[in-house]
């Protein structure tokens, strides 16, 4: 999966974008390169895009391993963008283990105007 991502300072808002083959390997190295970018923020909001992901290589114990890391911090809103049945499930399951564990504000979207509504309200609130 080529994963890229733009951090946007002046919005707080990192952009992920996913495309191809959608596997934990690469979710993995893609939180790696997150957390080791200087200008990363873990307080800023993310939105992630996987509506460019032709195929999905994820098991419920990818996405276990994947909820118990934390990249971004619990207050942060992170919207993810789907378009498929498969991940909106996948999704959901990753939103409802971090809200076990704490985070405050995932939540999943099959719109990105409405992904963007969410993530920005909470900026112009705050």
Known sequence: MPAFYKIDGAHKLVLSTASGVFTL???????????????????YSQLVDLTHSTE?????????IL???????????????????LLYGLARMF????????????RV????????DWILDRK???
């Open 56 to 64: 999905v290589e994820l098991s419920a114990e990818d996405v276990r």
């Open 109 to 116: 979207f099959r719109r990105l105007d409405d992904a963007l």
């Open 95 to 106: 939103e409802m283990l971090r809200e076990n564990a704490g985070d405050e504000g995932i």
């Open 124 to 126: 112009a609130a705050d």
């Open 67 to 85: 909820a118990e890391r934390r990249v971004f911090w619990p207050c942060s809103r992170r919207a993810i963008l789907v378009g498929g049945d």
């Open 25 to 43: 390997a690469d979710a993995l190295a893609h939180h790696e390169q997150l957390l080791k970018d200087p200008d990363f923020d873990p307080r």
